[in-house]
């Protein structure tokens, strides 16, 4: 498995500002995801981080709104952009390391919107 | 931590009880399942996979069975303990290289000594 950090942990923002979520692995990875929860609700998948490459993006989620990079193996960053309280949420990144399907999460990072 | 099951479905189990969670999954072409673990203030833990080509896999205390007809999964946990209380997510993908993962919607399990 691997070990997964996560800064922050959590923040306050206020509406019409960015919050940029980094996610550190400690291990060379393939593959980063990027997934969003909302207030008691299950995992959404918002993208696949890709090295080197442009992030794919899932159904209803845009760069421009959640700008992504993945400069190398271990690290990727999330940011979500002109936030509004509707953005509140927990941000978690997840890696697979070979075995099909298989991901490990970060601890997410807890989002409040004022 | 804040908790993710506000508004989850609910079992309340005692202490040394037998848990079922249950899952119904949306697409009959996935044949890879994972059940995850979500502790509050925390990411989802793997707990246990299984492939379409069985019905049923265990591990320790916890067994997943399969039933393909009706799109089911279930995720047994025997002896259940306090700290088995969380959200239980299954996960369901197909079993081809790096396909992404679907969630369900969880279950929140709380145990009473």
């Known amino acids: 498995s691997a070990v997964i950090s996560q800064k922050p942990s959590r923040d306050i923002c206020q509406r019409g500002t960015s919050l940029t979520i980094q996610c550190q692995v400690d291990s060379q990875v393939t593959m980063m995801f990027w997934y969003r929860q909302q207030p008691g609700q299950s995992l959404t998948l918002i993208a696949t981080a890709n090295q080197g490459s442009e992030a794919t993006y899932e159904s209803g989620f845009v760069i421009d709104k959640f700008p992504i990079s993945r400069p190398n193996l271990t690290f990727s960053t999330l940011t979500v952009s002109n936030l509004s309280p509707e953005d509140s949420s927990i941000y978690l990144c997840?890696?697979?390391?070979?075995?099909?399907?298989?991901?490990?999460f970060g601890p997410g990072t807890r989002l409040t919107v004022l | 931590g804040e908790s993710v099951g506000l508004h989850l479905p609910t079992l309340s189990v005692q202490e040394g009880d037998n848990s079922i969670i249950n899952c119904a999954y949306s697409?009959?072409?996935?044949?890879?399942f994972i059940w995850y673990k979500q502790e509050s203030g925390k990411g989802p833990q793997f707990i246990i996979d299984?492939?379409?080509?069985?019905d049923k896999r265990q591990g320790q205390r916890v067994t997943v069975l399969l039933n393909k007809t009706v799109k089911h999964l279930s995720l047994q946990i025997a002896a259940t303990q306090p700290g088995d209380s969380a959200v239980y997510f299954c996960a369901e993908t197909y079993d081809s290289g790096y396909s992404t993962l679907t969630f369900g919607k969880g279950t929140m399990l709380l145990v009473s000594p």
């Open positions: 997840s890696v697979g390391t070979g075995g099909v399907g298989e991901q490990f």
């Open positions: 299984i492939r379409s080509n069985m």
């Open positions: 697409n009959s072409a996935s044949d890879y």
